[in-house]
């Protein structure tokens, strides 16, 4: 569709237009990483220590009106990386089992040094997979983003796409895998640069479980209809497309 491409690539050319998408992917973000603090209170409140997880979900909480007053990308960036810390610093307390083999310190990547962040690094690795799908298959240009800046061989827009989808679909995804005792140790190895990646087994567990995971059915806010998690991010491109 190269009328809506053209479109695209004059709201990414444009600070004033780009901001503005980005802003609230980065909101939907933010949102669902409470959302999913929220979730583990609700279900695990006498396993947790919940003032902890009520704290940063407040500070979360906080943070969302302050992202629609964000005039520049490099502030907003910056606020969207003090959530990420706040939220990534209770991702521990919601994990439940497995505290051994599961145990998150800080985020790493590229490459990823223990269990945790190789289960993250590859759930990312794959979501934005579909987001790229996803936004491709509704006309729009996966390369050319918002927040994202351009970069040969980066999908950006993909990236972009994915933000609001990392804490919902991503990081509960690997939270019931670890806590469900479905993903363990021994499906991991350790490589020569001391990389952890799973291992073949490990990833055969993976599959099986995220395609049984994109099947199940939510009510979607805002159509208000229920729909499949697999579809969520051909939905979430189709409603960017016709903005």
């Known amino acids: 569709n190269v009328l809506l491409r053209k479109e695209q690539y004059r709201i990414s050319d444009n600070d004033d237009r780009r ?9 939907g973000k933010v ?42 990308m490099e502030e907003l960036r910056g606020m969207e990386g003090k959530a990420a810390e706040q939220y990534f610093s209770v991702l521990n307390d919601m994990i439940l089992n497995q ?11 590229r490459p990823p040094l223990d269990n945790i962040n190789a289960l993250l690094s590859f759930a990312y690795t794959v979501l934005a997979g579909d987001c790229a799908n996803a936004l491709a298959s509704v006309g729009l240009d996966p390369y050319v983003g918002f927040m994202h800046s351009d970069r040969p061989g980066r999908k950006s827009l993909a990236l972009d796409l994915m933000e609001e989808l990392r804490p919902i679909l991503a990081d509960r995804f690997i939270l019931t895998l670890i806590n469900t005792k479905a993903i363990q140790g021994d499906h991991f190895e350790k490589q ?26 939510i009510t979607h806010p805002f159509l208000k209809e229920k729909i499949a998690w697999g579809l969520v991010p ?3 491109a189709l409603l960017l497309a016709r903005t």
């Open 31 to 72: 949102f669902n990483c409470r959302w999913s603090i929220e979730r583990t209170l609700r279900d695990h409140v006498h396993r947790v220590d919940a003032e902890k997880l009520k704290k940063v979900s407040k500070v979360l909480y906080d943070t969302l009106p302050l992202l629609d007053k964000v005039s520049g």
């Open 192 to 217: 020569k640069d001391n990389a952890i990646l799973l291992n073949d087994a490990g990833r055969k567990v993976f599959f099986n479980a995220w395609q049984n995971h994109k099947r199940e059915c």
């Open 234 to 236: 051909y939905v979430q």
């Open 99 to 109: 505290k051994d083999d599961f145990a998150f310190i800080r985020r790493n990547r």
């Open 19 to 27: 901001i503005t998408y980005a802003k609230n992917m980065i909101v």
